[in-house]
């Protein structure tokens, strides 16, 4: 039901006389592509920087809270024009955006890493006072930011799978693929195929 209902939505974006004006542009598809990984790689790069002083690897001269409040700015400014752009090329290919089983796990795993990084916040703004000198922080404090490192690695390498085909509901899957990747058509076509063989 859900992916039907995905699919109706991508179906219906995709039929948008902009959003076929943006895939097929020569220039501005580029530009949005461009800003998506340039923005991408600062939002990390930062997130990177504060990750590594929460796990006691780098700056590790300078206090925890320091280094939080002067990069998080930059940090989300990032963030949200990543986001915007991302949001952006999903528009201009959406129903092979939504089949795609590499797009729907790099969902999953920005929802686990904004989870992760509103825990890992929360836990180190309570406890900050206590250790923020220090060289090596608390256990659960690098653990939130070695999760935060590994979800985002996750999320960067699936983003970067969306390109390739090889799980496209044109190719012959598995049939859990297909659900994975939510090729409706594909899906109906094997329960038919099932029924008239029974």
């Given at each position: ?104 796990i790099k969902v999953v795993l920005l929802v ?39 979800l985002w690695v996750g999320v960067v390498s ?19 693929m297909y659900w994975a990747a939510g090729c ?15």
């Amino acid at each position: 039901m859900v992916n039907e209902w995905l699919l109706r939505l991508a179906t219906w974006l995709d039929g948008q006389q902009w959003s076929t004006d943006l895939h097929e542009s020569y220039y501005m598809y580029n530009w949005v592509e461009s800003t998506h990984v340039l923005t991408l790689m600062v939002f990390l790069g930062l997130l990177l920087a504060i990750d590594l002083r929460m796990l006691g690897l780098a700056f590790t001269g300078t206090p925890a809270s320091q280094i939080a409040d002067r990069l998080t700015p930059p940090m989300l400014a990032g963030f949200v024009v990543m986001v915007i752009s991302g949001l952006v090329l999903f528009y201009s290919i959406p129903v092979r955006t939504t089949q795609s089983v590499w797009f729907r796990i790099k969902v999953v795993l920005l929802v686990a890493a904004g989870i992760n990084a509103l825990l890992f916040r929360n836990a180190m703004k309570r406890s900050v006072d206590s250790w923020d000198t220090d060289s090596l922080p608390p256990a659960r404090i690098r653990w939130g930011a070695g999760i935060s490192i590994g979800l985002w690695v996750g999320v960067v390498s699936t983003g970067r799978m969306i390109a390739y085909d090889w799980f496209d509901c044109h190719k012959e899957m598995p049939d859990f693929m297909y659900w994975a990747a939510g090729c409706v058509v594909e899906l109906a076509s094997i329960e038919t195929a099932g029924a008239m063989e029974e």
